[in-house]
């Protein structure tokens, strides 16, 4: 299974934009990306997933390179709440498991 | 909708005892999924069903079994409990196929075993 790398922690002030990398060398062509948070002592919920191009929804953007071996998950304002361990999987095409890494870890600062 | 739904929350074990987590889905998902996440770490997939009837084993299924009688139900069974099994657990589901295979994720069960 390809795997992804994050940095173990970030830190961001609250109403300022993050960018959250994930580096992704081993991917295949037909592995989406996968993004998911999990709050404090909650399970994880999805955000947002892409294949090639990138991706807006209500929650954030999904920045793929170009050779598609990185991606940045943008969080446009943050806030108190978007406090959480931002997991970055990939899912290659036709399966349903996941394989969760051990994520980044944001600290949003008020 | 209630979504995923896991009881108990909270559960203390001592070694050798066995027990049950229950796991129900009510957005009639085909798919289902148990997880265990050790402090610190990612989720781990222990367990993971098709459809009622169907199951199938993740990466860490040692210790532990499961049945899929109905969509809605997906237990997971711990026979002989061991120290190493303190985890929080937590069950999935998913609508095979959709547009985004997301999960959606109960809250978790948290059970120690002393």
């Known amino acids: 299974d390809a795997k992804t790398t994050q940095p173990n922690s970030m830190e961001s002030n609250e109403e300022e934009p993050v960018h959250l990398p994930c580096n992704h060398s081993?991917?295949?062509?037909?592995?989406?990306i996968h993004w998911y948070r999990q709050l404090p002592s909650q399970g994880p919920e999805y955000v947002i997933h892409g294949l090639t191009s990138n991706v807006n929804n209500r929650m954030a953007s999904l920045a793929i390179a170009e050779d598609r071996k990185s991606s940045t998950l943008i969080l446009h304002r943050a806030t108190l709440r978007d406090a959480a361990v931002y997991y970055c999987i990939l899912r290659p095409s036709g399966t349903y498991k996941y394989i969760f890494g051990t994520g980044t870890r944001l600290k949003v600062l008020a | 909708n209630a979504g995923v739904t896991q009881t108990p929350k909270f559960r203390i074990l001592k070694i050798g005892q066995s027990m049950t987590l229950q796991c129900a889905q009510d957005?009639?998902?085909?798919?289902m999924y148990w997880y265990r996440q050790d402090p610190g770490m990612g989720l781990k997939l222990i367990y993971y069903s098709v459809g009622a009837g169907i199951t199938d084993k993740g990466e860490v299924p040692n210790g532990y079994n499961v049945s899929r009688s109905t969509t809605e139900d997906f237990p997971l069974r711990l026979e002989l409990a061991a120290p190493s099994q303190t985890s929080v657990y937590f069950c999935?589901?998913?609508?095979?196929?959709?547009?985004?295979?997301?999960?959606?994720f109960g809250p978790g069960t948290r059970l120690t075993v002393t």
């Open positions: 081993t991917i295949s062509g037909t592995d989406y």
């Open positions: 957005m009639n998902h085909n798919y």
């Open positions: 999935a589901s998913s609508y095979v196929p959709g547009s985004s295979y997301e999960q959606y």
